[in-house]
T-cell receptor
Framework: DGGITQSPKYLFRKEGQNVTLSCEQN?????MYWYRQDPGQGLRLIYY???????QKGDIAEGYSVSREKKESFPLTVTSAQKNPTAFYLC??????????????FGPGTRLTVL | SQELEQSPQSLIVQEGKNLTINCTSS?????LYWYKQKYGEGLIFLMM???GGEEKSHEKITAKLDEKKQQSSLHITASQPSHAGIYLC???????????WGAGTKLIIKP
């Protein structure tokens, strides 16, 4: 079955530590995204990538880093520079064939808690 | 910058009753997405609307985009417990890649 997987589902981190969230898709989608979701707020875009080896900052990229070495994978690193990292993180992907307004498919999410 | 406002923030509805959720934009919508989310899970795509006046239905859920393309409504008929969750609207801006999101409407169905 095609889809997006995120791991782990729950992640605990001590202050001052970097942590990497995994996102893998087998939908053959070109574009991938990372969002952060906080209670009572909409999704906020952290980073997105349209093609392998290229990515752009979203609205709240500070304290985060990404890589896109393979089409299927788009890991997100939450660094110690992120002031308030406790949140629910969602990865998504979409077709990027030049057509407009493509549906984004979402993974199940990773809940990160900083202790 | 474009903003999306969803109303109401939360809704408690008796099972079997109808309900409507609204999503209003400060600017013209070029594409409007409706998603549903169970708490602590990913988003499930419901529908996408692009044309002014467009209406789409899936089972008991109907979504409309008004003629001026600045507001969308999601209507659920004869609500069931399976409809409970958070409904989010997302709008395409002039960029194909960045969607702007509403804060979500939390729907609770009372048996």
């Amino acid at each position: 079955d095609g889809g997006i997987t995120q791991s782990p589902k729950y992640l605990f981190r001590k202050e001052g530590q970097n942590v990497t969230l995994s996102c893998e898709q087998n939908l053959n989608h070109d574009a991938m995204y990372w969002y952060r979701q906080d209670p009572g707020q909409g999704l906020r875009l952290i980073y997105y990538s349209q093609i392998v080896n290229d990515f752009q900052k979203g609205d709240i990229a500070e304290g985060y880093s990404v890589s896109r070495e393979k089409k299927e994978s788009f890991p997100l690193t939450v660094t110690s520079a992120q002031k308030n990292p406790t949140a629910f993180y969602l990865c998504a992907s979409s077709i990027d064939q030049g057509a407009s307004y493509n549906e984004q498919f979402f993974g199940p999410g990773t809940r990160l808690t900083v202790l | 910058s474009q903003e999306l406002e969803q109303s109401p923030q939360s809704l408690i509805v008796q099972e079997g009753k109808n309900l409507t959720i609204n999503c209003t934009s400060s600017k013209t919508l070029y594409g409007l997405y409706w998603y549903k989310q169970k708490y602590g899970e990913g988003l499930i795509f419901l529908m996408m609307l692009q044309k002014g006046g467009e209406e789409k239905s899936h089972e008991k859920i109907t979504a409309k985009l008004d003629e001026k393309k600045q507001q969308s409504s999601l209507h659920i008929t004869a609500s069931q417990p399976s409809h409970a969750g958070i409904y989010l609207c997302g709008a395409a801006s002039d960029s194909n890649y960045q969607l702007i999101w509403g804060a979500g409407t939390k729907l609770i169905i009372k048996p």
